[in-house]
């Protein structure tokens, strides 16, 4: 009997001399094709990167000393990225970092540095040019003591310092050269170390990325990716159930969710960290100067109600002012009852018996858009008429920043410690208008004393008592009203591989590494 491999090769030169050709076997897939929420691109400065958009989008480009491991939000995972290793003194105050030699900057701007770690983490310092520069005051100095070594000096202990040069916010690690050169288009047209490189945008549109085939992990298996903007969920699904994107970011919505999942060919994502969603209420602005009218919103608040609707798969109630994932939560903080008559009688006792007018700038995302019409709807009931002003998502981030709302309803995630949530958004130095702004839309001050005295703690148990503490405070004085807390849901085909398992992505999207590929 003639072997089968005998055999292929005598079919191989019977078709080459009658002029016929063994056609190849089928190329897999090289281009990948999102489709995002967003409207447009915000700020691809990853030390202003604030929206879930140009978070996803940033964490493809730029790499930091440390990284979490691909798929997950765990800071036990937390392994080396640019450091290969490093160290701590006894006292935990002086930290230096061994690089890797070779890691080549996207666009031929060569070699990462210690020079360019010392730029990018004092940049992340410094409130004019990082919105991330509260979570480094303990910086005391960052050195360059050769071009593989960097020395980091801290004024007091800080809560996981790993976290604070993690592949997150301010600890992505930028070129000196490229931000100096590039200036104000440096937030549009950026150079990082990651795997995939900026390419081109189009406005409203599309921005497009190729591979960096100098990673220093390997070439990336995907070659082209093209991240579409399509701010409307129909648009997104349109074009996902047409084949012509790839990965589809999802809605947060039962009823999406159940439709999705029963098309061929389609597998859904659930994915942490989930977001915190707040009402803040600035305590600066009438009416919310006076604290019985705060009390009145946060008892006209139906939480379970908006989880509920939300879908149970995805959603779930708020516990507290910080996400209930975050080391040093306070499972009963004091959080006030739904009960639309005691919101009725707080409003009347500050002299608004016939109810109350509040003007709401509101985004325009879909996940926003469709709580506000909620919450609209639930304060009717207690009286409470909500003017909703809706704009562009990244039109929205700009005013709410600048104290033109009232009522901020925010959602947002963060390094698990509670540390970072309640200092961004709790303390009086992170307040709008504020040197160091953050993300304090309320000017809540009233934990003040307990965020700062946690930062320097150094007994755990103590740490995390101070932390409580705050949060009860907090809530006492109603600086924000906690609604639910959403997990980030992406629908994708079953074609694409991640490379990895996503059980979580601190950017809060698809986090693409060199090992995303698509099968056959």
Request: aromatic residues 10%; negative net charge; charged residues 20%.
């Amino acid at each position: 009997m003639i072997s089968r491999h005998l055999f292929s090769g005598a079919l191989a030169v019977l078709l080459a001399s009658t002029g016929l050709a063994l056609l190849p076997a089928h190329a897999a897939q090289t281009e990948l094709r999102l489709g995002a929420a967003a409207a447009d691109v915000g700020n691809l400065d990853p030390h202003f990167a604030s929206s879930t958009s140009d978070r996803t989008q940033v964490a493809w480009i730029f790499g930091a000393l440390v990284r979490f491991a691909p798929g997950s939000t765990d800071p036990a995972t937390i392994e080396p990225d640019l450091a290969e290793s490093w160290q701590a003194s006894d006292d935990k105050l002086v930290w230096t970092f061994k690089l890797r030699h070779g890691v080549q900057w996207q666009h031929d701007y060569g070699e990462v540095t210690a020079e360019d770690v010392v730029f990018s983490l004092k940049k992340a310092a410094d409130p004019k040019r990082s919105a991330f520069a509260s979570d480094y005051t303990a910086f005391k100095s960052v050195e360059a003591v050769d071009p593989y070594t960097v020395k980091i000096t801290l004024s007091s202990q800080v809560p996981s310092m790993l976290g604070l040069l993690t592949n997150y916010s301010g600890g992505f690690i930028i070129c000196k050269k490229a931000y100096e050169e590039r200036g104000d288009d440096f937030t549009r047209n950026p150079v990082g170390f990651g795997p995939f490189q900026f390419e081109s945008m189009e406005p409203g549109v599309a921005v497009h990325y190729t591979a960096h085939k100098g990673y220093f992990r390997g070439k990336p298996k995907i070659e082209k990716i093209t991240y579409r903007l399509l701010n409307a969920a129909a648009a997104r699904d349109l074009a996902f159930t047409a084949g012509e994107i790839d990965v589809e970011a999802g809605t947060a919505d039962q009823r999406w969710l159940q439709r999705v999942k029963a098309a061929p060919g389609v597998k859904i994502d659930i994915f942490d960290p989930s977001e915190l969603a707040v009402l803040h209420l600035n305590r600066t602005q009438k009416p919310f100067d006076d604290i019985k009218v705060r009390q009145a919103v946060a008892h006209a608040v139906n939480a379970a109600e908006i989880a509920q609707f939300r879908g149970a798969d995805f959603t779930r109630v708020a516990k507290s002012v910080i996400p209930s994932n975050n080391l040093g939560l306070n499972p009963d903080p004091g959080l006030l009852s739904y009960d639309v008559e005691k919101a009725k009688a707080l409003l009347a006792e500050a002299g608004y018996p016939n109810g109350i007018t509040i003007k709401m700038i509101s985004s325009q995302m879909p996940s926003y858009a469709t709580t506000d019409q909620i919450l609209q709807a639930q304060l009717a009931k207690a009286g409470i008429k909500l003017d909703l002003q809706p704009v562009e998502h990244a039109t929205w981030h700009q005013m709410i920043r600048k104290d033109l709302s009232p009522l901020v309803d925010y959602s947002a995630a963060r390094f698990p410690v509670a540390d970072i949530y309640l200092t961004q958004f709790y303390d009086s130095k992170s307040a709008m208008g504020q040197p160091a702004q953050v993300t304090n839309f309320s000017h809540c001050s009233v934990a003040d004393k307990q965020i700062e005295a946690a930062r320097t703690e150094v007994d755990p148990e103590k740490q995390i008592a101070l932390w409580q503490e705050a949060q009860k405070l907090i809530v006492a004085d109603v600086c924000g009203v906690p609604i639910t807390e959403t997990a980030q849901v992406w629908a994708r085909t079953d074609k694409l591989d991640w490379g990895f398992e996503l059980k979580g992505s601190m950017s809060l999207g698809p986090l693409l590494t060199e090992q995303t590929h698509f099968v056959d």
